[in-house]
Structure formats: C-alpha cells, structure tokens
C-alpha cells in the first residue's frame, strides 16, 4: 500500500466548480476577495488598523511577498494577497489548551492544511511528551529548559538542526544563527533550499553576487522584461504595478511560461480608479507558452543567434567578463531540433524574441520558481545570465538580472548568517565580534537535514517559523524522517502539520507576528527587513499580540541561548531587552550594515550595496564576470508520462491555505485538480473532468501516489501538467535535486494518471 497523507482525505472537493481560466489579474473582484478574507478575519476596526499599516514607512512590512515598496506608496500599499497574509496573521481566532485538550496531535495529523490554518493564533507554549498523544501547556522556562537538556545530552552539536523559514527578522536571524554556531553547528537549512537557491548558486558563481542586481527604478525604466517561469498576478501582485509603469514608459514585456497566467496577459490596477473597473492594461507583448524545463533551451537558443549576429557588446565583454571564446564555440554546436522538442517553441516564436532583444538597449529578466526548481536550474539560469552579460546588460540603469524571492525577509535571512554554507569571512567576522571559534564544516540543508534524521543523526529538529513537513520533498519520507527525532521544536504562529507529525517529545513556541506590537524591557521595539532588491527596512507592528504569554522569535532564541549557553560570554539578557543593540552588533559584522541603527530609522530605509549594479564590478574569484558553457539535455518524458510542475493556487500562501478557490485559473471550491492540455488528455482517452491518480515515476522504483485528483483540460503546453503544493510534494523524490543547489525538483516530476476505477 503506498503511503498517502491522511490530511487529504480530510479534504472536501465534492462542491467542486470549473470555469474556463480568466484573462485578467485584480481590479475590483480582487479588492474585493482581499477585503472579504480581512473582514471575515478580524473585523472592521483591526482591517483598517492593519491594512492602512502595510508597506508604510512607518508601518510593518508586509508578511506576504518580497517585492519592494518603491517611494510613491499609495494610501493602500498591499495588494489582494497581501491583505489575506495579514488576515492570516490577525486573525482573531485562537487556538487554545482546550483545544489541544480536545484534539490530540494523532487526530490533527489526520486534518487537511485549510482546517488547521482556519482555527487561529496559538496562544501559549504546549508540550507533548514521549508516549503521549496530547499536547498539554508548559511554561515557557519548562519548555526552554526541554530544548536546552535534549541539545546539552547530543553526543555532538551537529545532531540537532535548526531550520528557517523566511518570514524571519533581520535580528531574530542574526542571533538565531549566532546562538547555533555557538552551540556549534552549521546546520541552519532554510527555505532559500527548496526556493532560490539556484539562483543565489548561478549568480554568485557568475556575476560574484548571489542576488538580483536591479532595483524598482531599473524595471521602469527598461525597455524589454522578460517574466519567466513566475506567476505575479498571485505571488507578486504589486510588481505588474511595476510592470505597468514601465509599459507606460515604453517598455515591451515578453512571458516566458507553460501556462497562460492571467497576471502576465492583462492586469487592473486596484490602486486606481480607471483600473476597477476598465478592461487593464494588457501586459505581455509576446507569449512564449513554453515545454516545462525548456528555458535553458531557449536562452541558449537566443545566445547562440546573439553571436552568430555579432550583436553582442564587445567592449563591455573584452572589459568585464571572461569566457566569450568558449561560449562562442559552444554556442556554435547549438542542435536546433533539440531546442525545438525542449522548448516546444517553433523556429519564428524564437526569431519574433530576438527580434524584441535587438531592439532593446536596456533588459531585465525577472524569474521565480518556475526556474528554479528543476534538476538543471543551475545552468538554466547561468544561461540567463550569458544572455545579459552578451549585450552588456548587468551593471546599467534599466537593466539587469531580477530573482524575485518569496518570503519577505528570506533574502535578509541569508544575510544575516542563516546559511548552511557560511562564507569563511562571514564566520571570521563573528568571531573576532564575538570572541569564539564558530564551526567552520558545512552544515546540512533541507534535503540533506531529512536524510540525516531518517538515518538518525540528527536526534532533534528546531524550526524557526514555516511547515517544514509539508514544504519539504517526498511528504512520506519527511515525515518518517520527522517521526524518528527525539524532540522536535517548532516556533510558529498558526497551527499546521509541523505540529502534528513530530518526533517523540514535540513543543510549540507560539511566537509574535509582522504586525503585532513588541514591547520589551526597554520599551517598544521594531525590527528590519530585506526586500527583494536588497532595500533594508524598519517593520512596526501595531496590534495587541495575539495572546499576553506570546514571545517575540528574537526573546525565544536569546532565552534558549542563556539555557543552553551558559558561560557563552554573549549578554544574551541585554540583547533581548533592546534591538538596538542586535543592530550595533549586525552593523559590525555584516557588510552593507555600517551605521545601521541610524539609516534604519531613515523612511524608507536603505539600499545595501551591489557590487556589479552599482560598479560593474564582479566579486568573483577572477575580478571578472563569468560566461558559461551549459551543456544542453533535453528532458524526455516516456510515452504516455507528463511532466508535472507543482504550484500555487490563487488562494494559498506555500503550505496555508487560505481557501479552496483559484478564481483566476477557474477553479472553485477544490484544489485536487491536475491541468493538463486537452490534447494530452484525448490522446490517453481520459475525459475532462474524470478522477485519476497522480503516480510518480522515479529512477528508485519506489511508487509515490497522490491519489483522486480531477483532470482539468487546460491550455498548459503540451505534454506538461500542473497541480498544486503541497497536495503534489508526496510526488517529489528527496533523491531528485538539481545539480549543484541540490533543490528539490518541484517542477519537474514525471507522472502518469492513472483512472480512478
Ligand atoms: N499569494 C502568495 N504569494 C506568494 C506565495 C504564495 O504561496 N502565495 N509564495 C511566496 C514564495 S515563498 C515564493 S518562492 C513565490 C513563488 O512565486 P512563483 O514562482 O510565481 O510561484 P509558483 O506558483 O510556484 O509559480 C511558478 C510559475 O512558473 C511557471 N513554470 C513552471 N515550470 C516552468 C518552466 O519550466 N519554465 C517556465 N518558464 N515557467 C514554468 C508556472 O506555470 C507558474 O506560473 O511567491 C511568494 N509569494
Ligand atoms: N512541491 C513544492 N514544494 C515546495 C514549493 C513548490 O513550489 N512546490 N515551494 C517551496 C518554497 S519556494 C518555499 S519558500 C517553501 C516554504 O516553506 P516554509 O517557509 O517552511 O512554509 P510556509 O508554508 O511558508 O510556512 C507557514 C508557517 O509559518 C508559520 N509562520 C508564519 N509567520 C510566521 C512568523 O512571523 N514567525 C514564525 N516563527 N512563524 C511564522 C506559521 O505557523 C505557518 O503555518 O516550500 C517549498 N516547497
Ligand atoms: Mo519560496
């Protein structure tokens, strides 16, 4: 029998509605739907009191997405999907004791992520313990003293992990991360591992930077964006305001995707009247429906006819890069029918682009997940980069390379230490600050923390934020990994599965969130954040916490630390008292941070430094930016098999589901569905609409099911699918990861549907 979550069977999907997809994002349906989901939250006097809040100068940011604020913000600063993260989170629902007193944890491990998310904050610490199934309330020095003993009694420091997901402060991070070298390890996996980590590896190798080099004013002011393998009209809503601004100025915008996003085709701008009611501004001018996995393909495709033309920026190159004669040469072996079968793409599709490309002097590629979870994400986007680099575009206004992150603070956490593969001066800088020797051998990340406690080397499993059993890979084996700890430890804000699949001993730390108050012994605190184009910030929460025995992540990490690490020399009390001292302590050990606590306290903030956007200058080994050669194999899925991508509804955020409608791809009241394109669905004789089995296909011969998804013809490209995470994850092998940033391959999985008799 292959495994299958119980939680899916808690899902309800017999009202199920399917319309044709929509072709427009926002306007007044999505003010509406953003409204809707606050009002029902929390009622009329906290919607306005948060609301007005996001994004302002001198609010908090935004729990929801990385992007930017930009200076001109409008009254409204958020979007549809924003105000559901902040509804999420002020929600004033209250998971309590007698809560836990009526659910033991076997019984919430059988529950669906909707109903777990839907029953509120937590409100006080909980402990289950070894052999028992509930959670029962536990002080907060019982419950630290817990951690401290199971940490102390490891026969080394590396058999414990210590997990981030990225909604992390700057602060909490740096001394989450200062606190687990202290104890001695580099096990600090994050979510950047199942997220961007391809694209920290591509660029860090290329351009010597890990993180994209544009800021708002560059998308404005280009004259080509390539959007690829992203979806902004539900994971971005504010960047197709960018988008439209820099239509309005001229730009041509080409939509790299399998599927036919409606964010990508049109969009209204809710922040204007015009934009409520009239039909949008269309966005793409060029729709490239691409084969999933196929961008490598195009990208070198483009380059090679780049070359072949000489239409590339000689100066810049012979100046600032290294590497062209071997591209060349590369480039010239280019086999156009494998770049035809990967992409899918005809010849003049590909010819139209280049056609865009010549005429551009200024062009920025932005991209998400759809490139950088596939076995060959690396190169993929190394191939972006040669793109750029061959007509000069990084390091010039209007131009760049533009990752754009997921979590709103995971590219600080990264900055702050939060790093499995710390950089030696990273480490060099917080001992000679801190007065000790941190480990210098790598730690594990996600994928390698859940073979490790599968194994039983690592006994137990901290995690600051996120839902680390759902997001992970092969829900079957995280969650046997999980099972096998010895305590697992979850600080978190709302209830998920992390909290109900746990190890012998499990605790909850119910912690602040984004836009709850935090007061400490020296009064009223903010903390900072990282956008995605590596703008610092000042967040200020404004709402009574959730509960009076909640504790900020920054008071939990220095308590744990005084437990666990006693004679550490660090003043742990001090630093809990007064974020200005964390800050006066980042700002001389993290470059960009000088003066900190000064230029925080600026509106707006400040913009870190980039090297190759601001200097053209390339920190890499060689002074030089980095052409590469990318080897090009084409995915080839056996007959019968489609290539599934796994994504994100309209109405989730990761593993919360904030409800069961995906208005813009039409789908209503479920979310086991799979689209596939009608033509697929005619040639394997299975009808729209007919339940079918999602079933693996993987190099171990394990069989990973998801069992009784509806199939959902769709205008996808051919040969691909599409379904929803965290629902799809059992159908991700730990074992398949992309080369190099070892990232789970999220959205590229081989499958067969199999009718449900
Ligand atoms: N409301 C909301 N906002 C979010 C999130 C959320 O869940 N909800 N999550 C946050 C996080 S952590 C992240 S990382 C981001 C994620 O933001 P996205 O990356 O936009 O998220 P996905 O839904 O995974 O969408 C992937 C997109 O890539 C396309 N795609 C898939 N495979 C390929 C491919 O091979 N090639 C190309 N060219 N395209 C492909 C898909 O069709 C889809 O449009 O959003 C962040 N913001
Ligand atoms: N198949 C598949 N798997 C994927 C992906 C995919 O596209 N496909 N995407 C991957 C990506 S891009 C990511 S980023 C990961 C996401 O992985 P995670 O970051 O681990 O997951 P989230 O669902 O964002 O975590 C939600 C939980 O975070 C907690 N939380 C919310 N706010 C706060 C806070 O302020 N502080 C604390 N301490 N806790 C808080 C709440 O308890 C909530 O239940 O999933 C990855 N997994
Ligand atoms: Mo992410």
Redesign the pocket.
């Known amino acids: 029998m292959p495994w299958r979550s119980p939680a899916d069977d808690d899902a309800d999907d017999t009202r199920m509605e399917v319309t044709p997809p929509e072709r427009a994002a926002a306007g007044l349906p999505g003010v509406r739907a953003g409204l809707g989901a606050s009002l029902r939250e929390m009622g009329p006097r906290r919607t306005a009191l948060t609301l007005l809040r996001v994004n302002q100068k001198d609010g908090f940011d935004c729990?929801g997405c990385a992007w930017p604020e930009g200076d001109h913000r409008h009254v409204a600063e958020f979007c549809e999907n924003g105000a559901k993260a902040v509804a999420e989170?002020a929600t004033t629902r209250r998971v309590t004791r007698e809560f836990f007193a009526a659910h033991p944890a076997s019984e919430l491990a059988g529950r669906s992520d909707h109903w777990l998310?839907r029953q509120g904050r937590l409100t006080e610490p909980m402990l289950k313990r070894a052999g028992r199934d509930h959670y029962e309330p536990v002080s907060w020095d019982e419950a630290l003293g817990l951690v401290a003993a199971e940490l102390t009694a490891l026969s080394a420091p590396d058999e414990a992990v210590f997990y981030t997901?990225?909604?992390?402060s700057n602060e909490a991070a740096f001394l989450y991360q200062l606190f687990v070298r202290a104890f001695g390890t580099n096990n600090l996996p994050d979510?950047s591992n199942?997220?961007h980590e391809s694209s920290g590896s591509a660029l860090t190798e290329t351009i010597g930077v890990g993180k994209g080099s544009v800021l708002l004013e560059d998308l404005h002011r280009a004259d080509l964006i390539f959007v690829v393998g992203q979806n902004p009209g539900t994971n971005h809503p504010r960047m197709l305001t960018a988008l439209e601004h820099a239509k309005k100025a001229g730009a041509r915008i080409v939509a790299v995707n399998p599927l036919p996003e409606a964010g990508l085709i049109r969009f209204k701008n809710p922040q204007k009247a015009s934009g409520l009611v009239g039909s949008g501004t269309p966005l793409a001018d060029l729709f490239l429906q691409i084969r999933v996995n196929g961008d490598l393909a195009l990208f070198q495709a483009l380059n090679r006819l780049l070359v072949e033309r000489d239409a590339v920026d000689h100066e810049f190159l012979a100046a600032c890069t290294s590497g062209f004669d071997e591209l060349a040469a590369h480039l010239r072996t280019l086999d156009w029918e494998q770049v035809l079968e990967a992409t899918g793409l005809s010849r003049e599709r590909i010819d139209e682009t280049l056609a865009e490309v010549l005429r551009a002097d200024r062009i920025v590629v932005c991209w998400a997940?759809g490139l950088t979870?596939h076995k060959n994400s690396v190169p993929t986007i190394r191939e972006v980069v040669n793109f750029l680099l061959l007509r000069g575009n990084i390091g010039r206004t209007g131009a760049g390379v533009c990752p754009v992150r997921?979590?709103s603070n995971?590219q600080g956490d990264r900055t702050m230490g939060i790093n499995e593969k710390p950089a030696p001066a990273f480490l060099d800088a917080l001992a000679a600050e801190f007065g000790f020797e941190p480990p210098r051998e790598h730690g594990v990340d996600t994928v390698e923390a859940i073979r490790a406690m599968r194994e039983g080397r690592i006994r137990v499993f901290f995690g600051?934020?996120?839902?680390?059993v759902?997001?992970?890979?092969d829900s079957a084996v995280t969650e046997a990994a999980m099972r096998a700890c010895r305590l697992t430890v979850q600080?978190?804000?709302?209830?998920?599965r992390s909290h109900a699949v746990v190890g012998e001993q499990a605790l909850i730390l119910p912690?602040l969130?984004?836009t709850e108050q935090d007061v400490r012994g020296s009064g009223p605190q903010f903390v900072s954040v990282e956008d995605s184009m590596g703008m610092v910030h000042a967040s200020r929460g404004r709402l009574r916490p959730a509960s009076p025995h909640l504790l900020s992540?920054v008071a939990i990490v220095c308590r744990l630390a005084r437990a666990v690490l006693p004679g550490s020399g660090i003043d742990w009390a001090a630093l809990e008292d007064d974020y200005d001292l964390i800050r006066d302590r980042i700002a001389r050990v993290v470059p960009g941070f000088a003066d900190f606590n000064a230029r925080v306290r600026r509106p707006g903030g400040f913009t870190l430094p980039h090297a190759p956007r601001d200097e053209r200058r390339f920190p890499t080994a060689s002074g030089k930016a980095r052409l590469t050669v990318n080897p090009l194999e084409v995915l080839r899925v056996p007959e019968g098999r489609l290539l599934l991508q796994?994504?994100?509804s309209h109405d989730q955020?990761?593993?919360?589901i904030y409800g069961l409608d995906d208005r813009y791809r039409g789908v209503r009241a479920g979310r086991r569905v799979v689209f596939v394109h009608p033509a697929d669905l005619e040639a394997f004789g299975i009808a729209d609409g007919a339940l079918v089995d999602l079933v693996g296909e993987w190099a171990d011969g394990v069989e990973r099911r998801a069992p009784r998804f509806r199939v959902i013809g769709y205008p996808t490209a051919r040969g691909c699918a599409a379904a929803y995470?965290?629902e799809?994850?059992v159908l991700?092998p730990l074992d398949s990861t992309a080369d190099v940033s070892n990232t789970?391959t999220?959205?590229s999985v081989i499958v067969r549907l199999e009718p449900v008799g």
Do not use: D, I, W
């Not at 600080?491 to 998920?496: D, F, H, P, R, Y």
């Not at 955020?653 to 919360?656: A, E, G, K, L």
């Open positions: 729990p989170e998310g997901s990225g909604r992390t979510c199942m997220c997940m979870q997921g979590h995971v600051m934020g996120g839902n680390f759902r997001a992970a890979p600080v978190s804000t709302k209830l998920n912690t969130g984004r992540e796994t994504l994100r955020y990761n593993t919360t995470f965290p799809t994850n991700v789970p999220s959205k």
